[in-house]
């Protein structure tokens, strides 16, 4: 039941219906699913594992800020993880895995264009990008980042035009990791995951200076 419980509220705050800064009122959210407090407690602790939410002596569970910092360390992970087993993965994918990641993008751009979830299926994007590298502990860790760095994809995409450079990105980098494109899929890779860190540090800096 808590990893259920964890499941349903993980995707209120990754879709922004809890955001960032908002209490988790445990009494309130117990009544409203019909569950006790133990398996909540036990779903809450494991969102704050994952770095969704955290806890406040006598004061409470709360969703985690967006932060340049956070932002800034989960991105730097991005980059020295991703684009070199994106890379391993277009080199090894089958043809089934190749159509997949076909399929992830066109979702992807279905969502884009105002149809989806844009951060859970920008996630199921990249996440078919690497997963065929056959490296299952890189995969299980590239995959958490993109649940800690999905609030920040939606972030990312709140000026006007980055969706449209978001999908040429995303078309770029598809294209070299069909043809098999090593070194391209890794260039592109890097320069992706660079340019949202660096627009990201901007709006969030901003943001904090704002306050």
Same mark, same amino acid.
């Given at each position: 039941?808590?990893?259920?419980?964890?499941?349903r509220?993980?995707?209120? +705050?990754? @879709?922004?219906?809890? &955001?960032?800064?908002?209490?988790?009122?445990?009494?309130?959210?117990?009544?409203?699913?019909?569950? @006790?407090? +133990?398996?909540?407690?036990?779903?809450?602790?494991? =969102?704050?594992? %994952? &770095?969704?939410?955290?806890?406040?002596?006598?004061?409470? #569970?709360?969703?985690?800020? =967006?932060?340049? !910092?956070?932002?800034?360390? $989960?991105?730097?992970?991005r980059?020295?993880?991703?684009?070199? @087993?994106?890379?391993? *993965?277009?080199?090894?994918?089958s043809?089934r895995?190749? !159509?997949?990641? +076909?399929?992830?993008?066109e979702?992807? %751009?279905?969502?884009?264009?105002?149809?989806?979830?844009?951060?859970?299926?920008?996630? *199921?994007?990249?996440?078919?990008?690497?997963?065929?590298?056959?490296?299952?502990?890189?995969?299980? +860790? $590239?995959?958490?980042?993109?649940?800690?760095?999905?609030?920040?994809?939606?972030?990312?995409?709140?000026?006007?035009?980055?969706?449209?450079?978001?999908?040429?990105?995303?078309? !770029?980098?598809?294209?070299? #990791?069909? !043809?098999?494109?090593?070194? *391209?899929?890794?260039?592109?890779?890097?320069?992706?995951?660079?340019?949202t860190?660096?627009?990201l540090e901007?709006?969030?800096?901003?943001?904090?200076?704002?306050?």
């Open positions: 039941m808590s990893a259920a419980l964890a499941e509220l993980r995707e209120r +705050i990754l @879709s922004g219906a809890a &955001g960032p800064g908002q209490p988790i009122r445990q009494d309130t959210l117990a009544a409203e699913l019909g569950v @006790s407090k +133990i398996p909540l407690r036990e779903a809450l602790a494991r =969102l704050e594992e %994952e &770095g969704l939410l955290r806890s406040e002596v006598n004061r409470g #569970w709360f969703v985690t800020p =967006l932060t340049a !910092a956070e932002a800034r360390e $989960v991105y730097a992970l980059l020295t993880l991703e684009p070199g @087993s994106a890379a391993r *993965a277009a080199a090894r994918a043809m895995e190749q !159509a997949q990641a +076909i399929i992830a993008l979702e992807l %751009e279905a969502a884009m264009a105002g149809h989806g979830d844009v951060g859970a299926l920008n996630r *199921a994007f990249h996440l078919a990008l690497v997963r065929p590298a056959g490296q299952p502990l890189t995969f299980d +860790i $590239v995959q958490r980042l993109h649940v800690i760095s999905e609030r920040y994809v939606r972030k990312h995409l709140e000026p006007q035009g980055r969706d449209a450079r978001a999908h040429d990105e995303h078309r !770029a980098l598809v294209e070299a #990791w069909l !043809a098999r494109d090593e070194k *391209a899929v890794t260039r592109l890779l890097l320069a992706h995951i660079g340019q860190l660096d627009d901007g709006q969030l800096d901003g943001q904090k200076e704002g306050d």
